[in-house]
């Protein structure tokens, strides 16, 4: 392209909390410290390709309201494209980005003219990323915009679909593996059904796993290093989404012996939208050993959908980024914002704006979760809650040969008649509040 697309914005620096530059991180110092990382190394920011790049602003009663300089639907707009998305990276100075593949490339006619195009752009990825040292976080497949993943792709009732699909994420996967992706996802967004009428559940979910088994199969084949992540989802556009939440998921990982294989990818949209706070989705999966990566994003509490905002309260993410910390990171995940300007935000300097705003808001909350643990208050406080299992003869109740006798028993013999203890809930949002 002949002229920048962000005009003559210059790349986005820290300038501290007093800087009254709209294009500056306030919050966010790459390389500032917190508990012996660096920020950069913590969150992992990346940029994603499709609310970005490929959404032009739609919605359901109107048209696109951004002009963009490129064809999506050709290789030439797609090269263009690539050339804009680059010049974002390097402006806002994330190390990382994420895309599917109809948003880098056109479909074409068929699937091999799909995978040519796909070749042919990992090339191009890979020519710009040796230049700018900007790195993929994770790949994936788009199998749920065209209409022949209208009843789902690997639970499709009708095998070839399953086929196509398979065919589809096998090309997906090998050029993340070719361009060094340190994760590769699958997102059902069609894996579900909107009546029982006429689903075949059981046949569903099997298909589903010997999906992903195949998946599993193909990246030890290839030799692929980086992670495997399902994004767990529980409703929109489907009525009911096999993947719903983190539990769900795992359920569905250990019942075909995949749990040691793949990790989640958890969104906070998707988390309010299965009606659960975010820090509940880490705190579970993180509990479970599965937390892998995090889209970074929001919904309007007013909406009933997947608003895919960019986050804007520091207050909201720091228990989340509490249990982060606790487990030591996310990486080889990262935050990818998975977050789209509104339809009014005309302006390509507006793209810069909501990333600037989130990687500020997801750094403030940072600190504050480190802040919080470094302090030692708030682990000593939860640990007091539960000392009590730390004596030996409630340790002997968890092993297994227990039995409830022999508990009964001990209660008659040592009377145990145990009293009330406040959980102390008021203190324990007091004490995280100070920290904000």
């Given at each position: 392209?002949?002229?920048?697309?962000?005009?003559?914005?210059?790349?986005?620096k820290?300038?501290?909390?007093?800087?009254?530059?709209?294009?500056?991180?306030?919050?966010?110092?790459?390389?500032?410290?917190v508990?012996?990382?660096?920020?950069?190394?913590?969150?992992?920011?990346?940029?994603?390709?499709?609310?970005?790049?490929?959404?032009?602003?739609?919605?359901?009663?109107?048209?696109?309201?951004?002009?963009?300089?490129?064809?999506?639907?050709?290789?030439?707009?797609?090269r263009?494209k690539?050339?804009?998305?680059?010049?974002?990276f390097?402006?806002?100075?994330?190390?990382?980005?994420?895309?599917?593949?109809?948003?880098?490339?056109?479909?074409?006619a068929n699937?091999?003219?799909?995978?040519?195009?796909?070749?042919?752009?990992?090339?191009?990825?890979?020519?710009?990323?040796h230049?700018?040292?900007?790195k993929?976080?994770?790949?994936?497949?788009?199998?749920f915009?065209?209409?022949?993943?209208?009843?789902?792709?690997?639970?499709n009732?009708?095998?070839?679909?399953?086929?196509?699909?398979?065919?589809?994420v096998?090309?997906?996967?090998d050029?993340?593996?070719?361009?060094g992706?340190?994760?590769?996802?699958?997102w059902?967004?069609?894996?579900?059904?909107?009546?029982l009428?006429?689903?075949?559940?059981?046949?569903?979910?099997?298909?589903?796993?010997?999906?992903?088994?195949?998946?599993?199969?193909?990246k030890?084949?290839?030799?692929?290093?980086?992670?495997?992540?399902?994004?767990?989802?529980?409703?929109?556009?489907?009525?009911?989404?096999?993947?719903?939440?983190?539990?769900?998921?795992?359920?569905f990982?250990?019942?075909?012996g995949?749990?040691?294989?793949?990790?989640?990818?958890?969104?906070?949209?998707?988390?309010?939208?299965?009606?659960?706070?975010?820090?509940?989705?880490?705190?579970?999966?993180?509990?479970?050993g599965?937390?892998?990566?995090?889209?970074?994003?929001?919904?309007?509490?007013q909406?009933?959908?997947?608003?895919?905002?960019?986050?804007?309260?520091?207050?909201?993410?720091?228990?989340?980024?509490?249990f982060?910390l606790?487990?030591?990171?996310?990486a080889?995940?990262?935050?990818?914002?998975?977050?789209?300007?509104r339809?009014?935000?005309?302006?390509?300097?507006?793209?810069?704006?909501?990333?600037?705003?989130?990687?500020?808001v997801?750094?403030?909350?940072l600190?504050?979760?480190?802040?919080?643990?470094?302090?030692?208050?708030?682990?000593?406080?939860?640990?007091?809650?539960?000392?009590?299992?730390?004596?030996?003869s409630?340790?002997?109740?968890?092993?297994?040969?227990?039995?409830?006798?022999?508990?009964?028993?001990?209660v008659?013999?040592?009377?145990?008649?145990?009293?009330?203890r406040?959980?102390?809930?008021?203190?324990y949002?007091?004490?995280?509040?100070?920290?904000?």
């Amino acid at each position: 392209m002949s002229k920048p697309f962000f005009g003559d914005i210059k790349p986005v620096k820290y300038e501290g909390p007093k800087s009254d530059n709209p294009y500056a991180f306030r919050h966010y110092d790459p390389k500032k410290l917190v508990m012996g990382k660096t920020m950069a190394d913590w969150l992992r920011p990346a940029v994603c390709y499709w609310h970005n790049f490929a959404w032009l602003g739609t919605d359901m009663f109107g048209a696109p309201t951004f002009e963009r300089p490129w064809d999506g639907e050709t290789m030439k707009g797609a090269r263009a494209k690539a050339d804009v998305a680059f010049e974002m990276f390097t402006t806002l100075g994330f190390p990382f980005f994420a895309f599917h593949d109809r948003d880098v490339v056109p479909e074409g006619a068929n699937l091999a003219e799909f995978g040519k195009n796909l070749a042919e752009m990992t090339d191009i990825f890979a020519k710009k990323m040796h230049e700018t040292g900007v790195k993929l976080l994770w790949g994936t497949a788009n199998l749920f915009s065209h209409p022949r993943y209208m009843s789902g792709a690997a639970t499709n009732p009708d095998p070839d679909v399953f086929a196509y699909a398979a065919a589809q994420v096998k090309n997906v996967l090998d050029a993340t593996h070719k361009l060094g992706g340190a994760n590769y996802v699958l997102w059902g967004g069609r894996e579900g059904y909107e009546t029982l009428l006429n689903t075949d559940l059981r046949r569903e979910q099997e298909q589903a796993g010997r999906f992903l088994s195949m998946v599993v199969d193909y990246k030890h084949k290839i030799g692929f290093k980086g992670v495997l992540l399902v994004e767990p989802k529980p409703q929109e556009p489907t009525k009911h989404q096999y993947d719903f939440d983190a539990a769900t998921v795992f359920g569905f990982l250990q019942r075909f012996g995949l749990e040691r294989e793949v990790k989640l990818n958890l969104e906070v949209g998707h988390a309010v939208l299965a009606h659960h706070s975010f820090e509940h989705e880490i705190a579970l999966a993180s509990s479970l050993g599965m937390l892998g990566s995090i889209d970074a994003n929001r919904n309007d509490y007013q909406s009933g959908w997947d608003t895919d905002q960019f986050p804007n309260n520091a207050a909201e993410l720091v228990p989340a980024l509490y249990f982060i910390l606790k487990q030591g990171g996310l990486a080889p995940g990262g935050f990818n914002f998975d977050s789209k300007v509104r339809r009014q935000s005309i302006d390509p300097g507006d793209l810069l704006l909501g990333h600037i705003g989130g990687i500020d808001v997801c750094a403030a909350a940072l600190v504050a979760a480190a802040h919080l643990i470094e302090d030692g208050k708030f682990d000593a406080a939860r640990a007091e809650r539960y000392a009590g299992w730390d004596k030996p003869s409630a340790q002997a109740m968890l092993k297994k040969g227990a039995t409830l006798e022999e508990i009964a028993a001990r209660v008659a013999r040592e009377k145990i008649d145990p009293k009330p203890r406040s959980g102390r809930q008021e203190f324990y949002e007091n004490l995280l509040n100070r920290y904000l």
